[in-house]
């Protein structure tokens, strides 16, 4: 209710150490958040959005961690060159059906990233930009989004 009462054009949940099921305070308001505002979730935002949507993460076998992680673009057949620190993972089909998977790591095939109306994610890092510049386009399409939706307003 608080970040609603600032009137945000969108929610931005940054990347943070741990397992998400600890933070069920964040879960809660993320879930009140989406479908209202856009929100782009990173790591683990990304996996907050996940539980908050109603799916369920899973502690990797083996973290993913440091530079130079290719993780493919479903939607465009693109390999991209990403920066990854993590230990957990949104099992895809604990959010099959409420969200679509458009990113997995290739050399593990885990979930990289997801999509839906009402936000967007991925596990990786685009702020790291170790391909230079693979994965910066994530952020001029948040604000595209929190664009489109503020003129929808008007």
């Given amino acids: 209710a608080e970040i609603l009462a600032l009137k945000p054009d969108g929610v931005l949940l940054s990347n943070g150490p741990g397992d998400p099921a600890a933070l ?6 993320a879930r009140t958040i989406i479908g209202k505002v856009p929100v782009f ?6 996996q907050i ?6 799916g369920y993460t899973a502690k990797l076998k083996f973290g993913h961690h440091g530079l130079n992680q290719p993780v493919k673009n479903v939607e465009t057949g693109r390999v991209e060159i990403t920066s990854q620190n993590h230990g957990f993972v949104v099992v895809p089909e604990s959010v099959e059906g409420k969200a679509q ?25 685009p702020e790291a930009a170790p391909g230079p510049h693979d994965t910066e386009y994530l952020f001029s399409q948040f604000v595209a989004i929190m664009k489109k939706k503020k003129g929808k307003k008007k």
């Avoid at 979730?41 to 990304?46: E, Q, V």
């Avoid at 885990?110 to 991925?122: D, I, K, L, N, W």
């Fill in 24 to 29: 069920p305070y964040i879960v809660e308001a």
């Fill in 101 to 125: 998977k458009n990113y997995h790591n290739l050399n593990d095939h885990t979930s990289e990233g997801m999509r839906m109306p009402q936000a967007f994610s991925v596990q990786y890092h």
């Fill in 49 to 54: 959005i996940g539980q908050a949507i109603g």
């Fill in 41 to 46: 979730g990173i790591c683990l935002g990304h």
